[in-house]
């Protein structure tokens, strides 16, 4: 190997990145605000005896857990505008799919999470004179909450991650910025390189967090 | 010389000390019983005579060969020789969940031992046969009862030809209906002159199937009798609290 | 609005190499991502410092990084390091496999770590040694208890193949973007496409949570 390293674009494109950053992490949050919310809607829904709530849920679930993330978001970008006659930005449509994304496989955490409840406590509510409202809220919804909090966070860490993929739909992300340098500068190695690094830099501490997460969360539920 | 033989067992969980100075002999056709509150160091002692245990000082000798010497710098020299004069049974079974009941039964005379499969298939169908679960043969330890997987586990300690048999809590994890089999099998053995040393907290039981029974607290043996006198006739003060909570208990 | 989804009829040729070359990608990343993540295990779980934390580092990083970047690096780097020309296909294929590898590592270390103690304190009652503990009690348990981890992630690589019509390789995605540019109708292609993936990953998720169900019963003993 006898590359010569030149880190002179990487620095002079520094602020870029960390531009294409901010637009990453902004991707990321709104993301997981949808994906937290809709998701543990969805598991509630989920667990009506209704079948036409339960079939239209399932089918939305699976189907965002089984197709690549990629497919999702083109089909997004393309079809919507068509469908709907909306012409939304290509940002707005990336937190889109992104966070429909994500509440799917949310939902599934907090489902599990909610299995894991032990049924004692659903009697124990109806004892205590709690409503279905109260129960889901006081009882079911901090626990599922806890249970699956380590999950909860892989998941979003996941879709970090994962929004590397609207820079194919020209969103000006970490990762457009970042190819955008490296053709422009000839410069792949030491771009991409810094790329991947603040990538890591960012969802290492995050995954860390999740493993002691867990083992606290282990204790706390110990009952 | 008593066939076991403990003398000045130390050891110790980090600053948690569970015996400092245990002693504790047994004939050859003993079957003795170990009793006392939890945390007395019961099941210790028999994961240390098995060797699953680091100890800190003291000797165990079986049948006047010293196999564990405790040593200052709480490392211990094991000889090899331990599990194949002693077997085990474990209050959770800790069946090979991979293997069927004839492989798990197989797998130490065949794969240690160098047994010739056949012989080793034989002698296990026998035991089998001997404890009512021949027809379980194929069967995997998931398809099994709590009290079946035990008898198997105690058929697989067997397989060696142990000369000692430590059975640690084996009835605490079953329903109530099942430790009868299990105690039966137990019983079995007995009558056939197996020695054993057993901790349970059946008392019962323990009157029945023992020869000697210990009573130990916090790390000390307080008192040792036959049946009939320690559970008739206690001479210890301590003894008599902890057999008057647990029969009372008991109902 | 009109749908007209006949004129995929025309295509179906065109779509099924482009599915097949997806199958491609992945049955060589995950055949390979075996053999690579076997080998990674045993570093993490090694007694060796130097040999755990490069092992280690290697799957954290792939792990917290995007594939898609992983496969630029590849695609565009490895080049220029290696000194040599490497076609698309042997890039996005190597960029696959250290990825499978990184992926299956965890599996084979979480199922080895899942067996418990108890077992290994069974080995030493009945004096098996050390190399017929290995064999013939740990290995097969934890490979058992791999298997519904090591499933997924074939659905996950499934996925995460999609990535590889980004560096111009045809696979199902591309083909289908192709079309969709080209016939200038991305609701009747996309979505079809869409079905196409779902029509393959969701009868293996459904194999995982089967075979995981089945396998808790087995190893639960």
């Given at each position: 190997?006898n590359?010569e390293?030149?880190?002179?674009?990487?620095?002079k494109?520094?602020?870029?990145l960390?531009e294409?950053?901010?637009?990453?992490?902004?991707?990321?949050?709104?993301?997981?605000?949808?994906?937290?919310?809709?998701?543990?809607?969805?598991?509630?829904g989920?667990?009506?005896k209704?079948?036409?709530?339960?079939?239209?849920?399932t089918?939305y679930?699976?189907?965002?857990r089984c197709?690549?993330?990629?497919i999702?978001?083109?089909?997004?970008f393309?079809?919507?505008?068509?469908?709907?006659n909306?012409?939304?930005s290509?940002?707005?449509?990336?937190?889109?799919?992104?966070?429909?994304?994500?509440a799917?496989?949310?939902?599934e955490a907090?489902?599990?999470?909610?299995?894991?409840?032990p049924?004692?406590?659903?009697?124990?509510?109806?004892?205590?004179g709690?409503?279905v409202?109260?129960?889901?809220?006081h009882?079911?919804?901090?626990?599922?909450?806890?249970?699956?909090?380590p999950?909860?966070?892989?998941?979003g860490?996941?879709?970090?991650?994962?929004?590397?993929l609207?820079?194919?739909i020209?969103?000006?992300d970490?990762?457009y910025q970042?190819?955008?340098?490296?053709?422009?500068?000839?410069?792949?190695?030491?771009?991409?390189?810094?790329?991947?690094?603040?990538?890591f830099?960012?969802s290492?501490p995050?995954?860390?967090?999740?493993?002691?997460?867990?083992?606290r969360?282990?204790r706390l539920?110990a009952n | 010389?008593?066939f076991?033989?403990?003398?000045?067992?130390?050891?110790?969980?980090?600053?948690?000390?569970i015996?400092e100075?245990?002693d504790l002999?047994?004939?050859?056709a003993?079957?003795?019983?170990l009793?006392?509150?939890?945390?007395?160091?019961k099941?210790?002692?028999?994961r240390?005579?098995m060797?699953?245990?680091?100890?800190?000082?003291?000797?165990?000798?079986?049948?006047?060969?010293?196999?564990?010497?405790?040593?200052?710098?709480?490392?211990?020299t094991?000889?090899?020789?331990?599990?194949?004069?002693?077997?085990?049974?474990?209050q959770?079974?800790?069946?090979?969940p991979?293997?069927s009941?004839?492989?798990?039964?197989?797998?130490?005379?065949?794969?240690s031992?160098?047994?010739?499969?056949?012989?080793a298939?034989?002698?296990?169908?026998?035991?089998?046969?001997?404890?009512?679960?021949?027809e379980?043969?194929?069967?995997?330890p998931?398809?099994?009862?709590?009290?079946q997987?035990?008898?198997?586990a105690?058929?697989?300690?067997l397989?060696?030809?142990?000369?000692?048999?430590l059975?640690?809590e084996?009835?605490?994890?079953l329903?109530?209906?099942?430790?009868?089999?299990?105690?039966?099998?137990?019983?079995?053995?007995a009558?056939g002159?197996?020695?054993?040393?057993i901790?349970?907290?059946?008392?019962?039981?323990?009157?029945?199937i023992?020869?000697?029974?210990v009573f130990q607290?916090?790390?000390?043996?307080?008192?040792?009798?036959?049946?009939?006198?320690?559970?008739?006739?206690?001479?210890?003060?301590r003894?008599?609290?902890?057999?008057?909570?647990?029969?009372?208990?008991?109902? | 609005?009109?749908?007209?989804?006949?004129?995929?009829?025309?295509?179906?040729?065109?779509?099924?190499?482009?599915?097949?070359?997806?199958?491609?990608?992945?049955?060589?990343?995950?055949?390979?991502?075996?053999?690579?993540?076997?080998?990674?295990?045993?570093g993490r779980?090694?007694?060796?410092?130097?040999l755990?934390?490069?092992?280690?580092?290697?799957?954290e990083?792939?792990r917290?990084?995007?594939?898609?970047v992983q496969l630029?690096w590849i695609?565009?780097?490895?080049?220029?390091?290696l000194?040599?020309?490497?076609s698309?296909?042997?890039s996005?294929?190597?960029?696959l496999?250290?990825?499978?590898?990184?992926?299956t590592s965890?599996?084979?270390?979480a199922?080895l770590?899942s067996i418990?103690?108890s077992?290994?304190d069974?080995?030493?009652?009945l004096g098996?040694?050390?190399?017929?503990?290995?064999v013939?009690?740990?290995?097969?348990?934890?490979?058992?208890?791999?298997?519904p981890?090591?499933?997924?992630?074939?659905?996950?690589?499934?996925?995460?193949?999609?990535?590889?019509?980004?560096?111009?390789?045809?696979?199902?995605?591309?083909?289908?973007?192709?079309?969709?540019?080209?016939?200038?109708?991305p609701?009747e292609i996309l979505?079809?496409?869409?079905?196409?993936?779902?029509?393959?990953?969701?009868?293996?998720?459904r194999a995982v949570?089967?075979?995981?169900?089945?396998?808790l019963?087995?190893?639960?003993?």
């Amino acid at each position: 190997m006898n590359y010569e390293f030149d880190w002179f674009y990487v620095k002079k494109g520094f602020p870029q990145l960390i531009e294409g950053l901010w637009l990453t992490l902004e991707l990321t949050l709104w993301a997981n605000v949808i994906g937290l919310v809709l998701g543990f809607l969805v598991a509630i829904g989920m667990l009506s005896k209704i079948k036409a709530i339960v079939w239209p849920l399932t089918a939305y679930i699976e189907f965002f857990r089984c197709t690549p993330a990629l497919i999702q978001l083109v089909w997004f970008f393309f079809c919507i505008p068509i469908l709907f006659n909306v012409w939304w930005s290509a940002e707005f449509m990336g937190i889109l799919a992104l966070g429909l994304n994500l509440a799917a496989f949310n939902a599934e955490a907090y489902r599990a999470a909610i299995q894991a409840i032990p049924h004692a406590h659903t009697d124990a509510s109806t004892a205590l004179g709690l409503n279905v409202f109260q129960r889901i809220i006081h009882v079911i919804l901090p626990q599922a909450l806890i249970l699956s909090l380590p999950v909860l966070i892989t998941n979003g860490i996941g879709i970090f991650q994962q929004s590397a993929l609207v820079a194919l739909i020209s969103v000006e992300d970490l990762m457009y910025q970042g190819r955008y340098i490296s053709t422009q500068t000839f410069r792949p190695i030491e771009t991409l390189t810094t790329v991947a690094l603040i990538y890591f830099a960012v969802s290492f501490p995050v995954s860390q967090a999740v493993t002691l997460i867990e083992r606290r969360t282990k204790r706390l539920l110990a009952n | 010389m008593a066939f076991v033989e403990i003398d000045g067992l130390v050891k110790r969980y980090g600053s948690l000390s569970i015996f400092e100075g245990f002693d504790l002999h047994m004939e050859n056709a003993d079957r003795l019983v170990l009793i006392g509150p939890s945390g007395c160091g019961k099941s210790t002692l028999l994961r240390c005579m098995m060797g699953l245990e680091d100890i800190a000082g003291g000797t165990i000798r079986l049948g006047g060969d010293d196999y564990i010497q405790g040593a200052t710098d709480g490392r211990m020299t094991l000889d090899r020789r331990v599990q194949k004069e002693v077997g085990m049974v474990f209050q959770h079974y800790t069946l090979f969940p991979h293997l069927s009941v004839l492989g798990n039964l197989c797998l130490a005379p065949v794969r240690s031992r160098g047994v010739k499969k056949s012989e080793a298939r034989d002698k296990a169908m026998g035991l089998l046969e001997r404890f009512g679960l021949a027809e379980r043969a194929n069967f995997y330890p998931s398809q099994l009862s709590g009290g079946q997987k035990q008898r198997v586990a105690i058929a697989r300690a067997l397989m060696l030809d142990p000369k000692l048999m430590l059975f640690d809590e084996v009835t605490s994890a079953l329903d109530p209906e099942l430790v009868v089999e299990v105690e039966n099998t137990m019983m079995e053995l007995a009558e056939g002159g197996m020695p054993m040393m057993i901790v349970t907290h059946d008392m019962h039981f323990a009157r029945s199937i023992a020869t000697k029974v210990v009573f130990q607290e916090r790390g000390k043996v307080i008192e040792a009798a036959a049946p009939d006198d320690l559970f008739g006739n206690p001479q210890q003060e301590r003894t008599r609290d902890f057999l008057r909570n647990v029969l009372h208990i008991e109902g | 609005m009109d749908f007209d989804f006949s004129f995929l009829a025309e295509y179906s040729g065109v779509l099924w190499r482009g599915l097949l070359t997806t199958l491609q990608f992945v049955g060589i990343a995950v055949v390979l991502g075996l053999v690579w993540g076997f080998v990674l295990s045993l570093g993490r779980t090694s007694s060796n410092k130097g040999l755990y934390w490069l092992a280690t580092l290697y799957v954290e990083f792939f792990r917290g990084t995007p594939v898609l970047v992983q496969l630029f690096w590849i695609f565009f780097c490895l080049p220029l390091f290696l000194g040599v020309e490497l076609s698309g296909f042997i890039s996005a294929v190597i960029a696959l496999s250290l990825y499978s590898g990184a992926i299956t590592s965890e599996s084979f270390r979480a199922a080895l770590k899942s067996i418990d103690a108890s077992q290994f304190d069974a080995c030493i009652a009945l004096g098996l040694p050390q190399g017929v503990q290995t064999v013939f009690v740990i290995l097969p348990q934890a490979m058992l208890r791999a298997i519904p981890n090591l499933l997924s992630n074939v659905v996950s690589l499934f996925k995460e193949s999609a990535l590889v019509s980004a560096v111009g390789m045809a696979d199902l995605m591309y083909v289908g973007q192709n079309i969709a540019n080209n016939v200038a109708r991305p609701i009747e292609i996309l979505t079809a496409i869409a079905l196409i993936y779902f029509a393959i990953g969701f009868p293996l998720t459904r194999a995982v949570s089967l075979v995981e169900g089945r396998l808790l019963k087995v190893v639960k003993a």
